[in-house]
């Protein structure tokens, strides 16, 4: 557990770079900054395509990269350096830059880029380390178990705290709209980055199979045409392209789920900042040890393909469930303490379905990299994670378009105060999450139906491996 933990504190710094963009980026550039919401949505969206570039190129060429120190961890302590500027940088536009939108924009992109490439750097090879530490079907849940709910309970936590330290009410207005909050949100998140990320590197180090640090099957196709020569052979494993189809789907729709969240609860659902804090904060602490406890004994009752299956449903059903009690007037009033209570069950929820599915989905992608080995001769731990990972960030990106077109759409703009919302603009909040969200599950559930794999057929595969090498 000790050595899970470890190599888990590498989830705290990349949940820490999520929290910024699906909780703060959106509301800040739009409603305190001024930038539209289609445009910020756009420059966001932009990021990833970048991201697009730089994924494939980052996983592939740490399958390649040799060192004394092993083909990952060198790479993931260069990329400790530049993850704190792109948090500043973030969170504290020039005031010459806020003046003029485009200006603002084009920070709004460099910066989001800046960030995301150094992240990249640390959470692709931490993520293809997984193979390499644990053979195993079930120890590979549970070591990504852990870092999974190490990352929640800090994507968790770190909302609530900096909504209760950062963003309290101040003369009478609401935190969430003075700028000088997301400043010192900024700072915190690059200290809170820096510290966890080293403590993986240097951690991971020690505790590491020194014989698995290096392998004589990775691929090594010359010159950039290879790189993308290999990593496009990833997809040469049928269930591991099937894995694609459905984890974008699903992760489309929880990008609209967490884009919209600090916009409906804030809006629709008149929370002010302290609640907000306490959704969020209990809503983490309840969805945590409920997925890492059960995480052992559900995965022994199903597979992870089906467990996927059942996260999906859930998920969908926690995401719309309570709009229809307050459309119809079945729940009190706004502020009362069931909403709060209620608020916190469904986010709990969401939470919980989220860590299950994501760590269904990333285990199973580690059982697909020896059956990727099987098929090709090469072991691509990084190619795999690296288009695990684009796909993730590219389908999360939809959630910001979405959402800033949503909001354009229905008329929700910086001028309007939680408590002055016209009736139809919160109907049409409650709409354009249902429609962003419900469609996509569904459809995510469907594309699941078609990969497996089981303890067994893992089994088989490392057994076919290991008479091949003989």
Not at 230 to 247: E, M, P, V
Request: hydrophobic share 50%; net charge neutral; with cysteine.
């Amino acid at each position: 557990m000790k050595n899970r933990i470890v190599f888990g504190a590498g989830g705290i710094a990349f949940s820490t770079k999520e929290t910024a963009f699906t909780t703060f980026v959106l509301i800040y550039y739009t409603q305190v900054l001024g930038l539209s919401g289609t445009l910020t949505g756009l420059m966001l969206t932009l990021g990833v395509v970048w991201d697009a570039i730089s994924d494939p190129m980052i996983g592939v060429y740490s399958d390649r990269f040799s060192s004394r120190w092993g083909r990952r961890l060198p790479i993931m302590a260069f990329s400790i350096l530049p993850m704190p500027l792109g948090f500043i940088a973030l969170f504290m536009p020039p005031d010459i830059i806020v003046g003029d939108s485009v200006y603002l924009a084009i920070w709004l992109l460099g910066s989001s880029i800046w960030l995301r490439t150094a992240m990249t750097l640390f959470s692709i090879p931490q993520l293809a380390m997984v193979p390499e530490i644990a053979r195993d079907y079930h120890e590979r849940s549970q070591l990504l178990s852990v870092r999974t709910g190490l990352m929640y309970l800090a994507g968790g936590f770190l909302p609530s705290l900096s909504l209760y330290f950062l963003f309290r009410e101040s003369s009478g207005g609401d935190g969430l709209f003075v700028a000088e909050n997301y400043v010192n949100f900024g700072f915190a998140a690059a200290v809170f980055t820096v510290f966890f990320a080293a403590v993986s590197v240097t951690g991971t180090w020690g505790f590491i199979d020194k014989s698995k640090l290096q392998s004589v099957t990775v691929p090594n196709s010359a010159g950039l045409r290879g790189l993308f020569r290999d990593f496009f052979a990833t997809l040469k494993c049928g269930n591991f392209r099937k894995l694609i189809c459905y984890d974008v789907s699903a992760a489309a729709a929880y990008g609209v789920v967490y884009a919209l969240n600090v916009i409906s609860y804030t809006f629709y659902w008149e929370v002010d900042t302290d609640a907000l804090g306490t959704i969020f904060g209990a809503g983490i602490l309840l969805a945590v040890p409920v997925a890492m406890f059960s995480q052992k004994s559900i995965g022994r009752l199903w597979p992870k393909h089906q467990l996927i299956r059942y996260t999906l449903i859930g998920a969908m059903i926690s995401t719309v469930w309570l709009f229809p009690l307050r459309e119809f007037s079945v729940l009190p009033e706004n502020g009362h303490w069931l909403v709060i209570a209620l608020l916190v069950l469904q986010n709990a929820a969401l939470n919980c379905f989220l860590m299950l599915r994501i760590v269904s989905t990333f285990s199973l992608a580690a059982d697909l990299t020896d059956e990727l080995e099987l098929n090709t001769g090469n072991r691509q731990e990084g190619g795999i994670y690296s288009v695990l990972l684009l796909s993730a960030k590219f389908a999360y990106s939809f959630g910001p378009l979405y959402g800033g077109f949503a909001l354009d759409l229905i008329g929700l703009d910086k001028t309007v105060s939680p408590d002055a919302v016209p009736p139809d603009v919160l109907t049409g909040l409650v709409w354009a999450i249902v429609i962003g969200t419900v469609p996509l599950f569904l459809l995510s559930w469907r594309l699941a139906l078609r990969f497996s794999m089981t303890p067994e057929r893992l089994e088989e595969i490392q057994r076919k491996l290991c008479k091949s090498k003989a």
